[in-house]
């Protein structure tokens, strides 16, 4: 499969192009490349409120932050695969529907369903993003490949 499966528009849009940037840089697993694309006070609050990721509930905020996420959670997955069934830009921002899957190390693998939303400035950096999805239900679907 290809690693970023795009279904929503075509049409450009600062946040949404961001957002694309920022699936195909953790699909290939190019840290330093995707912290480029935050702002340098930018927030990842992936999932939103307290979680496993977040016990306060606040994100991450700032490139330290936003990298220290990036080796606590993305760094220890084998493989990403997004599939993204629709998007929705509005103003500078853009919620993307779908399926982010993550194939895990010993051979699991888990779908994660939600909504993805990314916030950009003015030039195009990504100020905010905010993944909504359900640790219960993505957990559900943990299975071996």
């Not at 690693?3 to 953790?26: I, K, L, Y």
């Not at 992936?46 to 979680?51: A, E, I, L």
């Not at 760094?75 to 500078?92: H, K, L, Q």
């Amino acid at each position: 499969m290809t690693a970023v499966t795009w279904s929503g528009p075509e049409t450009t849009h600062p946040a949404r192009t961001a957002s694309r940037r920022s699936m195909d840089a953790v699909s290939r697993g190019a840290k330093e490349e995707w912290l480029t694309l935050f702002a340098e006070d930018g927030v990842v609050e992936d999932p939103v409120g307290v979680s496993m990721f977040d016990p306060t509930g606040n994100g991450h905020r700032g490139h330290a932050a936003i990298a220290a996420f990036w080796d606590m959670t993305i760094a220890n997955v084998e493989r990403f695969e997004f599939d993204i069934r629709d998007s929705f830009a509005a103003g500078n921002e853009v919620a993307n529907v779908g399926t982010i899957t993550t194939f895990l190390p010993g051979g699991s693998r888990v779908d994660t369903e939600g909504v993805f939303v990314y916030r950009v400035n003015e030039d195009g950096l990504i100020v905010s993003m905010r993944a909504f999805w359900e640790t219960e239900r993505a957990m559900a679907t943990l299975r071996q490949v």
